[in-house]
């Protein structure tokens, strides 16, 4: 029997050969709310979105609930545009940063710092130079 091609899609290539990952959304009780299998190269960040509108909780009548007050995940998912659906939806995040990412805000914040500290200092002829702080 042939695999459908639903399925075939999340079969990929790792460092390992042919795998797939499991991305699973859970309550605070673990049960679960919503599953989506991937690629074994799709990366983790990409597939937040995807599992996060999977999620339908019947709430008695009426419609379903589909946004969950928080999210809390790992250090696979913490990307800008993740971040920025979640506060666009009003849902709070904990999600760590990687460390090459707060290294990265590190250096442009101490980059900023340094730029805000140069001066320009008035020529005698009416041109300007750019003085270091010093």
Aim: net charge positive.
């Amino acid at each position: 029997m042939r695999p459908s091609a639903r399925h075939r899609g999340a079969i990929g290539h790792s460092r390992g050969g042919l795998t797939s990952k499991n991305h699973l959304v859970c309550d605070g009780r673990g049960r679960t709310l919503a599953f989506v299998l991937a690629p074994g190269q799709a990366a983790d960040t990409s597939m937040l979105i995807a599992t996060l509108d999977k999620i339908r909780v019947p709430a008695g009548r009426g419609r379903p609930r589909t946004r969950p007050d928080r999210v809390i995940a790992d250090k696979s998912y913490p990307s800008k545009a993740n971040r920025a659906w979640l506060r666009e939806r009003g849902t709070a995040a904990t999600i760590p940063e990687r460390d090459d990412q707060i290294a990265h805000r590190r250096k442009a914040s101490s980059l900023a710092t340094t730029m805000q500290g140069s001066a320009s200092l008035p020529c005698s002829n009416g041109c300007s130079t750019r003085r270091s702080p010093g």
